[in-house]
């Protein structure tokens, strides 16, 4: 299974940050969102917040690839869910345009 880890901050208002927050609590996340989520491929997603900045952590199965998640991401529900996200989110500084979350390069991992 791999791992990918990303990043993206959100608008620095607190208000804000709480709403994007009830939109990620389990009794507010869209079911059709989640499916399409593993239907990409992805197996289990976490994302933690520190300030405004967040990390989400994809473990993915041989079936995901960033294309495919783009492709899903084109169906209506969802373009609506990522249309609604926007509004509480903003790029990374070196974030290309346009670019949401931004992949994140692993520089050091624990030898066991």
């Given at each position: 299974m791999k791992r990918y880890c990303l990043a993206l901050d959100l608008i620095d208002e607190p208000a804000l940050i709480e709403k994007?927050?009830?939109?990620?609590?389990?009794?507010?996340q869209?079911?059709?969102i989640n499916q399409s989520i593993h239907d990409?491929?992805?197996?289990?997603?976490?994302?933690?917040?520190?300030?405004?900045?967040?990390f989400m952590i994809m473990e993915v199965?041989?079936?995901f690839s960033f294309e495919r998640m783009h492709a899903i991401n084109q169906h209506p529900k969802?373009?609506?869910?990522?249309?609604?996200?926007w509004g509480f989110q903003q790029a990374v500084p070196g974030a290309k345009p346009g670019e949401k979350w931004v992949l994140m390069e692993q520089i050091f991992n624990l030898p066991k």
């Amino acid at each position: 299974m791999k791992r990918y880890c990303l990043a993206l901050d959100l608008i620095d208002e607190p208000a804000l940050i709480e709403k994007y927050k009830w939109h990620h609590a389990p009794e507010n996340q869209w079911p059709d969102i989640n499916q399409s989520i593993h239907d990409a491929g992805v197996v289990s997603m976490e994302i933690y917040l520190f300030g405004n900045r967040m990390f989400m952590i994809m473990e993915v199965d041989d079936t995901f690839s960033f294309e495919r998640m783009h492709a899903i991401n084109q169906h209506p529900k969802s373009v609506e869910w990522e249309n609604l996200m926007w509004g509480f989110q903003q790029a990374v500084p070196g974030a290309k345009p346009g670019e949401k979350w931004v992949l994140m390069e692993q520089i050091f991992n624990l030898p066991k």
